[in-house]
């Protein structure tokens, strides 16, 4: 059971990076009496923060008052110029008393298995280096497990929910053409409501060290769920929806298209999840129809 607020201490969050999945996780705890904290580079989103029961911290101000008060750290943001911004701006964060630390990562640090049948990639199999995006995110993943810290690395597939996707476009404009190469790219998906119910239940059961791939049971050719969304927009060609690319890591070398079916049999195995949306097809229609709601009212709840 996830852990509630004790009589003589409360649990708090210190969230680096305060982003799409940062905000689901921290209501889910807010509800749980969790106390919860996080950088923003926004005062305008800061005012937001606050509204929903997050106490928000100006990055780059200072957070070693902050580290004093977290027994949980959850770090979300990718690399800059091949280093993870946080650790860089605060070395005091490797004498941090937290007794767990979540470290967001990609499964993208994982090298090509395309060509190996129907094998899919454990946490154990080999990584990539180098200066390319997933190089620089395995990097990253080194730099906290050397902090010394009670790490938990959690490899993301691509992340879906309401407001966010590779099909959310085709409601707001022109999307952009998705190439032949990346279209039929084989790889797994992540409703974020999954990787929340990921996160909870490590933060039950601490396993200092542990590195979880976070996926669905299903990888998939983009063009697949770019159909499905399609047709449930009622768009007419498929080949116009707008692809959603991942965030820049300054300093990367091109992304190569790669297909990485992933095995997500740890997170069952050990911390015991079920994922509410094994596949594409159980998840999409949620996130459209959530997203549909929010995008008619002009109100998005992200």
Not at 190 to 197: A, E, F, L, Q, S
Not at 223 to 232: C, D, F, G, P, W
């Amino acid at each position: 059971m996830l852990k509630k607020m004790r009589p003589d201490r409360m649990w708090t969050l210190l969230i680096l990076g305060y982003g799409y999945t940062a905000q689901v996780l921290a209501q889910q705890l807010i509800s749980r009496g969790w106390e919860v904290i996080a950088t923003t580079r926004s005062r305008g989103f800061a005012n937001e923060m606050q509204k929903h029961g997050v106490e928000p911290i100006i990055w780059p101000d200072a957070i070693t008052e902050y580290l004093a008060r977290a027994t949980h750290i959850l770090a979300c943001a990718p690399p800059v110029n091949g280093r993870d911004p946080f650790l860089e701006a605060c070395p005091e964060m490797r004498v941090s008393s937290a007794q767990w630390v979540g470290y967001l990562s990609s499964i993208g640090v994982y090298a090509n298995i395309e060509k190996s049948g129907n094998a899919r990639v454990m946490e154990t199999a080999p990584t990539l280096s180098g200066n390319t995006r997933g190089g620089l995110r395995r990097q990253a993943e080194r730099d906290w497990s050397d902090t010394g810290l009670p790490l938990h690395i959690f490899r993301l597939a691509a992340i879906y929910g309401p407001g966010r996707g590779a099909f959310m476009e085709a409601l707001t404009g022109p999307g952009r053409s998705v190439s032949d190469a990346r279209r039929s790219t084989v790889v797994n998906r992540i409703h974020v409501d999954d990787i929340v119910r990921v996160l909870i239940a490590s933060i039950s059961r601490p396993n200092p060290g542990a590195v979880y791939n976070v996926c669905d049971d299903e990888p998939t050719p983009t063009e697949e769920v770019i159909k499905l969304a399609n047709r449930i927009l009622g768009a007419v060609d498929p080949r116009e929806s707008g692809i959603e690319e991942a965030p820049t890591i300054t300093g990367a070398a091109p992304v190569a298209v790669l297909s990485r079916p992933i095995s997500n049999s740890r997170i069952k195995n050990e911390l015991g999840v079920r994922l509410g949306f094994p596949n594409y097809r159980s998840g999409l229609p949620s996130a459209l129809a959530k997203t549909l709601s929010a995008h008619e009212n002009r109100n998005s709840c992200w």
